[in-house]
């Protein structure tokens, strides 16, 4: 299970001369823990329509894949690679490179689902695949990934390689028909193979950051990441403007992700501007910021309790420096006597998040793609069989469970 901790504190708060003395309960927040050495799990598809990957010598990237991850995944902690069809095996040693030659391709089903049925969440898992499905039933497939990663607030992403092929692919179309491919070398030919990566979101991200940063040959190569988190900004990164009838305040010692602040008056209008600088990580899908929507909850303190406000009048608003479109604004407001529990601690915590359609598939999903429904007509080698379909299906799942944030704001307001 994914390591979780809560920020937990209990602190004693003094109003005005003393009298007054509240203890605060630990927030209702979760933040991941981040483990400096974690185990990956690695797991190559070994069916037939694998084999064709491993045949020319020219545009070759995969060959050389099983040492790449060993490699870079080596790093962080134990490496265990596994094959798959069917059934999924373990391997021994470094028996993983025999990969690279195509006899070990026998297998004749292909279950990415039992692999995701496999696969331990504490851990980084690797599935190198064409993205192939006995039975085409990739509809069950998303369905676990759903249920085992997005619902845990997990990391999935997808990393596409056109790489040089010469074999067979199988069951394209209704008909599942075969044919027989040839990439030679010619680049524009080249079949996509894919790694799907799923796990804790920084370990998921930290991956494809090295593994761009190890690609040495210039075959076409895409990433789309799919994460709940589409920014890590926060107030250890903010910088704070603009503040009415908000103080800062540091009486509970809090984490630097979250902001303290006292009131100078109750009754009156607050509000603040945060600003930061944004940078897409690197697969993030592109955003349509004009479609946005605010979510603002609030806890009062009672006890050892957060109790849930039924009603407040926050507002967030996303604003965009025109002269440098890397600096992101939001102004947040609020009427404390309209949202607030006079006399307690309060908890705010507001989310920004693109509504589905502002977030928009990576155009190298589309152009990969071929989209068939019936028969295998106009079939291309060089393309994934309804690899939009699929991966849009991934992202309906994403927001299904837990919609991605722009940004989060979390702050405290002490009495």
């Given at each position: 299970m994914r390591k979780i901790f809560l920020i937990i504190f209990t602190a004693i708060l003094i109003c005005g001369c003393g009298q007054k003395i509240q203890t605060v309960p630990p927030l209702p927040v979760m933040i991941p823990t981040s483990p400096e050495s974690f185990d990956t799990d690695v797991y190559f598809d070994a069916t037939v329509s694998m084999r064709g990957f491993t045949t020319n010598a020219a545009g070759n990237v995969?060959?050389?894949?099983?040492?790449?991850?060993?490699?870079?995944?080596?790093?962080?902690?134990?490496?265990?690679?596994?094959?798959?069809?069917?059934?999924?095996?373990?391997l021994d040693g470094r028996s993983y490179r025999q990969f690279t030659t195509p006899e070990v391709y026998v297998e004749a089903i292909t279950s990415v689902a039992n692999v995701v049925d496999r696969a331990d969440t504490s851990h980084l898992s690797i599935i190198v695949t064409d993205l192939f499905e006995s039975d085409a039933d990739w509809s069950f497939v998303t369905q676990k990934i759903r249920e085992k990663f997005f619902a845990a607030h997990l990391t999935v992403a997808v990393i596409g390689i056109r790489n040089s092929f010469a074999g067979e692919i199988f069951d394209v179309?209704?008909?599942?028909?075969?044919?027989?491919?040839?990439?030679?070398?010619?680049?524009?030919?080249?079949?996509?193979?894919?790694?799907l990566v799923l796990g804790?979101?920084?370990?998921?991200?930290?991956?494809?950051?090295?593994?761009?940063?190890?690609?040495?040959?210039?075959?076409?190569?895409?990433?789309?990441?799919?994460?709940?988190?589409?920014?890590?900004?926060?107030?250890?990164?903010?910088?704070l403007s603009e503040v009415e009838n908000f103080y800062s305040d540091d009486t509970l010692g809090l984490d630097g992700r979250i902001k303290e602040f006292g009131l100078d008056n109750f009754a009156d209008a607050a509000s603040f501007m945060v600003n930061w600088t944004y940078q897409p990580t690197l697969g993030e899908c592109p955003?349509?910021?004009?479609?946005?929507?605010?979510?603002?909850?609030?806890?009062?303190?009672?006890?050892?309790?957060?109790?849930?406000?039924?009603?407040?009048?926050?507002?967030?608003?996303?604003?965009?420096?025109?002269?440098q479109l890397d600096l992101f604004l939001a102004k947040v407001s609020l009427t404390p006597e309209k949202s607030l529990s006079e006399g307690k601690a309060n908890f705010v915590r507001i989310k920004i998040s693109p509504t589905e359609n502002a977030l928009r598939l990576p155009s190298w999903v589309e152009a990969w793609s071929m989209n068939v429904d019936g028969a295998a007509r106009n079939f291309d080698g060089s393309k994934t069989v309804n690899l939009s379909r699929l991966l849009g299906s991934l992202k309906s799942s994403l927001f299904e469970t837990s919609p991605p944030a722009f940004l989060k704001i979390n702050f405290v307001v002490t009495p």
């Open positions: 995969y060959i050389t894949l099983p040492d790449l991850l060993g490699d870079l995944c080596g790093t962080t902690g134990t490496v265990n690679f596994f094959a798959f069809g069917e059934q999924i095996f373990q179309g209704l008909s599942a028909a075969k044919f027989n491919y040839n990439s030679f070398d010619d680049p524009n030919r080249y079949r996509p193979f894919y790694l804790r979101d920084d370990a998921v991200k930290n991956f494809l950051r090295k593994f761009n940063e190890r690609q040495t040959l210039p075959n076409d190569t895409g990433y789309l990441l799919l994460s709940e988190n589409l920014s890590d900004a926060d107030f250890s990164t903010f910088e955003l349509d910021l004009s479609q946005v929507e605010t979510f603002a909850e609030i806890f009062s303190a009672d006890g050892e309790n957060w109790l849930p406000r039924e009603q407040n009048d926050v507002r967030a608003t996303l604003l965009r420096d025109d002269r």
